[in-house]
């Protein structure tokens, strides 16, 4: 079965302040792929990356950075220097060969409320 | 553009109405997918197509039905038989039906219970 853990339902921060969301991740699969996708108060889903099995390399894209690492099965998304239009839903999800009836499988969402 | 269109935005239901919930894309994605978000919850399966004429269950589809006339539109029914359909939905899209390529969202509809 595939499973994902985003143990922070919450988090505040103060504007310009650095935040690492957590993600966990259970499969058996060894090909899988990794997703994070930013849900603003608009209701929308915004694809954010997708990271394989295969590759290791974290990732920079400006202000947001992933630490992908197969040996704790996590997916940690970091934003460094926050800014209020950061403040959304973050969902981490799971998508793996034998998903069975579930092609992605998403954790429950962190909440990060930026404070001007 | 190309996107996702959801329909309507808001939607309200009478105990023991069916009503039909609208997705239409015009990225010419074969994979079309329904979700149902409560809060807290995260996002759960209800139905996915992958081809037309052709859906699978998801998770919870109890309650739920679809149907997949037309590439570009997966309309999806709440049914009576739902009892607690109060929810935000979510419908999504992607170019194959694989496990590899990311998925594309509608803005959503919130059903709430009258």
């Known amino acids: 079965a595939q499973k994902v853990t985003q143990a922070q339902t919450e988090i505040s921060v103060v504007e310009k302040e650095d935040v690492t969301l957590d993600c966990v991740y259970e499969?058996?699969?060894?090909?899988?792929?990794l997703f994070w996708y930013k849900q603003p108060p608009s209701g929308e889903l915004v694809f954010l990356i997708r990271?394989?099995?295969?590759?290791?390399q974290n990732e920079i894209s400006g202000r947001y950075s992933w630490n992908f690492q197969k040996s704790t099965s996590s997916f940690n998304f970091t934003i460094t220097a926050s800014q209020v239009v950061d403040s959304a839903v973050y969902f981490c999800?799971?998508?793996?060969?034998?998903?069975?009836?579930?092609?992605?499988?998403f954790g429950k969402g962190t909440r990060l409320s930026v404070i001007a | 553009d190309g996107g996702i269109t959801q329909s309507p935005k808001y939607l309200f239901r009478k105990e023991g109405q069916n009503v039909t919930l609208s997705c239409e894309q015009n990225?010419?994605?074969?994979?079309m997918y329904w979700y149902r978000q409560d809060p807290g919850q995260g996002l759960r399966l209800i139905y996915y197509?992958?081809?037309?004429?052709?859906?699978q269950k998801g998770d919870i589809a109890e309650g739920y039905s679809v149907s997949r006339e037309k590439k570009e539109s997966f309309p999806l029914t709440v049914t009576s038989a739902q009892k607690n359909p109060t929810a935000f939905y979510l419908c999504?899209?992607?170019?194959?039906?694989?496990?590899?390529?990311?998925?594309?969202f509608g803005d959503g509809t919130r059903l709430s219970i009258l």
């Open positions: 999504a899209s992607s170019t194959i039906p694989t496990s590899n390529q990311p998925q594309h």
């Open positions: 499969t058996r699969d060894t090909t899988y792929y």
């Open positions: 990271r394989n099995s295969f590759d290791e």
């Open positions: 999800a799971l998508s793996a060969r034998n998903s069975g009836n579930t092609p992605l499988v």
């Open positions: 990225l010419n994605h074969d994979a």
């Open positions: 197509s992958q081809i037309v004429n052709d859906f």
